[in-house]
């Protein structure tokens, strides 16, 4: 075998090895968007969707955590708990995204995404001045 | 559409398909027309700094007709931050990344050479591919459904967390990253249709380290942003936004080594193709999967579609298509030279080092696509942090070990020193590392990388100190970059590995201990009304210095978004950083009694007898300040006399009552509750006196409420003074007492509302409870039901709830090697620069010299 033979096995071995591991990295880390049920039928880290139901949050100080609950399309209700701040448009999501496992009853979220309404929204309501002032 | 605006876009369209139209022209041989293609680059180029300078002028001039100077700004902004709107949207970000394309290509048209016309017609198409995004969604585009001849009084103005310094300057740098990464791709292009296959790398080298230099400075510079406004306690997430600027960066480092290792080696083409060409596809890429809306469900920033994501298919496929497309064309021409390099050379080193390069790229990449990828066989799902911390440990481990070694090699061999300093430096890590070890670092791969790390740091600085010494200044460019390299990979692995952290709920001038850390929560500094709200937590440190952290939880008027900012404390082994969680304002003890008092009269509260000895004012209405009115008191405890006077104060925004602590009795204060000045009245709420409501029930006609022995029973409304056409809201309930020292009586406590001004509370008498009185609450006319409540001086009174606020202190070891090593590394990728540039104006200037 010629050196070059060498280089070419080791670096087609490099980049194979490579790939076998991030792939399974990837598979192992992939959260899918799941259902609700689905959510609390496994152990892993999953990512699950729904309506804020308006009022349910609440800070609970000895663990500091935010806990809310949120609503699927089906009605479904699912309490999260999440260990951090207070997302800044909390209140006014539409719906929000929660990333995490369940464990003990709720969604123990390590992420929050939190979508809003367009802030366009309500421009008939804003104050007008006129263009010839 | 602004008309002027929108005019100078066109104009820049047009010039731009002139200039490439004559740029054509010129390559089949009708020399004249390169100076009408430059001619008309310079006009385009005009068109866009004037397209900028008129959406920068509708800016500062608040014209809030246009949609996005009424999206971005608001006339409270201060002059930088009017600035900032230039970019905080979308429209404009591709504007300034538009001008900043025309100002590179200034120079390029003046430095091509050869290659000009052909590369001035791939960089001409790949603007015209931004401008025409730009005049699909122009930003001088009129607010849509407004009134004719309106114009909205305000903006909605930028983003308070949008207004930092920091996230001033990261744009423009950010853009001109971006920017300068179609010089080389053009090159490329150029270089193989014209199958001049060696010179580009010169000629686009300086242009991809500027990429690697302003792009680098710009992703942590926004990783610093994060870190200090954001409060997560990271400066690097992984979000898709994050790692779309980090995939480009790691191509165009990838191909400033390649271009190195094909200047010294002569090899290398196909690679350094593929890699100019890979680095365009990506930014194209990263802004099709940032800006079309693709990954709205998966990131923490805000994506708006903008109804553009055909036009960024569109380009993303013409960039890709065109750039592989020639490569594939040319490839069997490339000359390539196989060549046999010892394994421990300088050429397999860097080799290895665009490989793992490469693959973080391809590694980031996948993850940041996840979405996408995995829509084709379910839902669409990403992949948590974890997935990248996980693959790029390993590789850079392996980057930090080829970045310590690469210094003492050359292209062929080691050199004679190589042991000696090797050695060296490695020993020096090794020292270091036990250091950090005896401080507590643990975990194999974590100590693995802090050496590697380390060691990197150490070669890279002896030779950089070798060239200094022997006044190669230029040369020690690029291991100066490596020293900062080494010192950033130490200060990510030691920050984020040994990171401690802990939450605690703080009461108002309470103590508790954190993590040795003594914290006290202070109240809330807000000078003005205006002013945003800062926390005040003084921070007792292991040593006893004390320092006021003021981490920052307000609430912005304009998109009533809860903003919290935490505080960075700094200190040479770490950093304290104090964010906010929570903050509740508690609430103020009820008044357990209320005085109302004409001027001369005094009345009794608890152990207080109180005079009200008349008002004293300051300020005055017409001038538009803010008026004061104290109330004058004389207040008896027993034995002692004090006077002392409650405050109000008349603002814009409404009243504010400030309360005095009544002397003698802990907890106890006065407040103000309203004053009549004409009749020169005013009514006080006493705190902590005790008393208050001592029940409150809601009771049915007929129902019974039992207090102290006796019974009451809610009789029926008294609506004989109710006539709401005449402004008169006036109901009374009537009770009747059935048992008890006053049975047989009748209470009458009423409501008046309908007049001006707010409702009162007529209270009565408990009968036959002496100092006991009913006061009405909610009355409910649907469901006949009336609140009462019974106030009681005697009742144990509120203690009300204190003002907490709730933080997560962490300690963030060595996190400054991160910063520091950011200014080393940009302190050598600017001597790089200026010696790739140098090089290349030598070598412009030697071929010049015999045909001249």
Redesign the interface.
Known sequence: MTRRTIWTVLGVAGIVGFIAFGAGAFRSNLTPYVSFQQARATRDAVQVAGKLVQGSDSFDEPSARLLFTIKDDHGDAMRVAYKGLKPGNFNEAKQVVAIGRFQGGVLQAEKLLVKCPSKYQGLEEKEYRSSSS | MFLPGALALWVAFLSLVASTVFYVRSLRGHTASRAWARQAYGLATVGVVIAAGVLLYLIFTHDF?IHYVY?YSDLSLPRHYLFATMWAGQEGSFLLWLMWGMLVGLPLIRYARHYEDRTLIVYNLAQISILLILLRQSPFRF?S?L?A??????G?GLNP?LQNPWMTIHPPIMFLGYAATAVPFSFAIAALWGRRYDEWTKASMPWALVTVVTLGCAILLGGYWAYVTL??GGYWGWDPVENSSLVPWLASAALVHGMVLQRARGRFRKLNFSLAILAYVLVVYATFLTRSGVL?????HSF?DLGITGWLVANLAAALAAGFGVLLWRWREIPAQ?G?EPLLSRTVLFVLAI?ALL?TA??VL??TS?PLI?RVF???????A??YN??TL?IGILLATLLGVVPYLHWKGATQEFRRRLLLAGGLAALAGSIAVLAGARGVLYVAFLLVALFAFFSNGLKTVEEVRHRRFRAAGGYLAHVGLGLMLAGIVVSSAYDRSE???LNLNQSKQVMGYTLTFMGVDKPTPTAREAMLVQVQEGDGKTYIARPRMFR?EK??????NPDVRVHLTHDVYV????F?PGRPPEAGATLDLGKGESGTAGPFSIAFDGFEMSGSHSAGEQITIGARLTVRHGADVEEVSPTIKSTPSGFTAAPVPLPGSPGAAAQIASVDAASHRVRLSISGVGGGVAKRAVLHKGEQLVYRGSTLAFDDFDLSDFDPQAGKINIGVVLKVLDGAGKGREAEPSFHGGGPGAPQYEDAEFPGLPGVTLRVGKLDPNEKTAELQVIDPQAPGDPGEPM?F?V?VTIKPMIGLLWSGLVVLLAGGILSVVRRGEEFSTAVASQTAPSA
Do not use: C, Y
């Open positions: 007709r999206s607010l459904d009134p001849g309106q114009v909205p009084f305000d909605q967390l409060g997560w709205a469900d998966f990131s923490v708006v196989p046999d490989a693959g391809a590694m996948l993850g996840a995995t379910t839902k669409p799902s990403q992949v948590n974890a997935f996980r693959v390993p939450k605690v709920v912005s998109s009533n978004q809860l903003v919290a964010s906010p969680i929570e509740d907490h709730s997560d």
